[in-house]
């Protein structure tokens, strides 16, 4: 387990999978309980498909655009010894949101206006712009909201595109 190890001076600006802001959020139509986590579990903060044997379960890899984006609502579950969790255990239910604005960590550079993209394997987020080609992702509905250096927080948006 770990322990805090320092203090900062200025709290961070936002944990990915939270909202951003106080739009709307649009949750992928199925009523309650519709989404469960896949058989490997669900990561929160990243794009997920329905599966492709049972539509009710979703996993973070898939074909053509995913389903939503899985909102950090707190269903994780921290393991023994573990320090923290963003995986939501199979079988669990999950609601993935297509629509609203969320905080997101990009494995590229992002600026205002981009279009954000899914890898197909594992539901992490790229940015890139509109109609380009990267390799292994799928351009998403979702739009970069506020910039940043890879691996840096930033906020995607389907409802703010510049």
Known sequence: ????????????????GQPASNSPIIAAAGGPGAFRAGASGLMMARFAWRNATNPQLLDNGGTGKPLGFVMNN?????????????TIPSGREASPVVGGDFWARSSTNATVGQKVFADLATGLIATGDAGSTLSGMIETDWYVASPGAASEVIVISTWSKA
């Open 1 to 16: 387990m770990t322990f805090q190890t320092d203090v900062k001076l200025y709290s961070g600006v936002g944990q990915p």
């Open 74 to 86: 707190a269903n994780a579950t921290i393991g023994y010894l573990e320090g923290s969790s963003m």
